[in-house]
């Protein structure tokens, strides 16, 4: 029996011994980290080691072909080096620290402290949260790193900013640390102030300017009129409009995959012609799917409600819940509604009024493409005014929004305080003042056609809040979704 495993079966007596403070401090020098159970050819320091070894700070642990090592410490932590693989150990017996030298690993820790794992000049910190175990998976082959988050807290510390890692989302790393954390999607390539980018795993909100790069994972907001129009590596263009959140997720050129997120707000895409199989666009609001491949589309996304509007190509929508059956295809001209918890309702005729005031509200002051000014004319729509209209309406149809808004805000924030009877009556309040600015603004369509334009599109602005809002009321009403009543 070699030394270790001799070492190993004795550790319980060494570790309930009371020594002088000196004698702990070398004590704790010379306390396993944790046992290797072996499978195969597995190594520490060169030399074999059976199950039940005992490994210590500064170990190397090496396995051959069709081998494993699993390793228990007792820190909590628990790792698997697979074939092929060469792993160096640190830390002590509260907190776990490896090196991945090469090959592929999985890591859980369910401890109070961090598994701390060193690849490729970076550092992945693997944290459970809540009692629940975290758990991550790396591999270091061939001068490049990927790390892959299954569960828990994964954060990876390079020499830039540290990147957090969600459930189900991975990271390539390159010489020096996290690069493809902000892999290129794209640049801003107008705006109108103010907007705002969040990079990954930061949580300060940088200002937004033309010529900024906007990479996988970012989220962009615009503030009060703000509007930003993204131009993707691939060709398209993606046009955010005011007070609107938005990230994307992926944008892969190569294969023109691109993955959007609209969180809440008014979005344009104008798509190139995808070439590639399984290519296109996927945008996911809070209640819908759509799904787009080379077209012109515009979405408003609500909280609980998502409106999609095909200007030209075809466009996919069913809702965000798979669960829920129903798909519905758009074709030039027409638009469609999805609720929360409903399919999406059938396709029906846009009117050329709606799609230039979308098309309008999402303008970030740049001219309008010779493709798009012809997809709104074939449909009936007027891309001049569409245009021109934009910043006419900014002042007046946005500041229609955010009143509203902030009703439907107050509103929510009752609901969640269990006031579901102010919170309808905030919301009627909200809804009465869309119909009067809609009122309004379309009394004043007879003073000029830019002004008509404008009229429309903040009415436009008010038909939808005010669309909205309803479904609020029906949310917070008794036997609603959102009812809070006993």
């Known amino acids: 029996m070699s030394d270790r495993s001799i070492l190993g079966m004795v550790t319980a007596m060494v570790l309930v011994a009371s020594v002088s403070a000196t004698g702990a401090g070398r004590q704790e020098r010379l306390r396993p980290l944790g046992f290797v159970a072996a499978s195969g050819d597995v190594r520490v320091d060169r030399q074999p080691a059976p199950s039940g070894t005992a490994l210590f700070a500064g170990d190397l642990i090496t396995t051959g072909s069709a081998s494993a090592a699993v390793m228990n410490f007792q820190s909590g932590t628990a790792a698997t080096l697979a074939a092929g693989g060469e792993l160096a150990l640190s830390g002590d017996v509260r907190t776990t620290a490896m090196s991945l030298k090469k090959g592929t690993m999985a890591v859980r820790n369910e401890g109070r402290e961090p598994a701390r794992v060193g690849v490729l000049g970076a550092t992945v910190l693997v944290q459970g949260e809540d009692g629940f175990p975290a758990i991550c998976r790396i591999a270091f082959v061939g001068g490049t790193a990927g790390i892959f988050a299954e569960r828990g807290r994964i954060e990876v510390q390079g020499k830039g900013a540290p990147v957090v890692l969600a459930p189900g989302k991975h990271l390539q790393l390159a010489a020096g640390g996290p690069q493809a954390a902000g892999q290129p999607a794209g640049k801003v390539a107008n705006e109108i ?52 959140i938005m990230k994307i997720t992926k944008h892969d050129a190569q294969t023109q995959q691109t993955q959007v997120e609209l969180q809440l707000g008014r979005l344009r895409g104008e798509v190139v012609k995808i070439t590639k199989p399984g290519g296109g666009l996927q945008v996911k609001t809070q209640t819908a799917v759509i799904g787009v491949v080379g077209t012109i589309l515009n979405i408003h996304a609500l909280r609980s409600l998502t ?180």
């Open 307 to 486: 409106r999609v509007f095909c200007v030209d190509g075809t466009v996919t929508v069913r809702n965000l819940n798979p669960a829920i059956p129903g798909e519905v295809t758009l074709h030039p001209g027409q638009t469609t509604s999805v609720p929360r918890g409903a399919p999406p309702s059938g396709a029906s005729a846009a009117s050329g009024s709606q799609v230039s005031s979308e098309v309008g509200q999402t303008n970030a002051g740049e001219p309008l493409s010779g493709e798009l000014s012809q997809a709104m004319q074939s449909i009936g729509a007027a891309p001049a005014q569409a245009g021109a209209a934009a910043g006419q309406a900014a002042g007046a149809g946005v500041h229609l929004s955010a009143t509203v808004a902030n009703g439907i805000s107050t509103a929510a924030g009752a609901t969640s305080a269990g006031l579901a009877g102010a919170a309808i009556s905030r919301a009627g309040d909200a809804k009465d003042l869309a119909g009067t600015a809609h009122d309004t603004f379309a009394g004043a369509a007879s003073s000029s056609e830019a002004a008509a334009q404008a009229a429309a599109n903040a009415a436009e602005t008010a038909t939808n809040v005010t669309e909205g809002v309803q479904i609020l009321i029906e949310e917070l009403s008794p036997g609603g979704p959102g009812c809070t009543c006993l």
């Open 193 to 244: 102030p103010e907007g705002t980018i969040q990079h990954p795993g930061q949580t300060a909100e940088l200002p937004l300017k033309v010529a900024d790069s906007v990479v996988w994972e970012d989220t962009v907001r615009t503030l009060k009129t703000g509007r930003v129009r993204i131009a993707l590596l691939d060709g398209s263009f993606l046009n955010v409009g005011a007070r609107s």
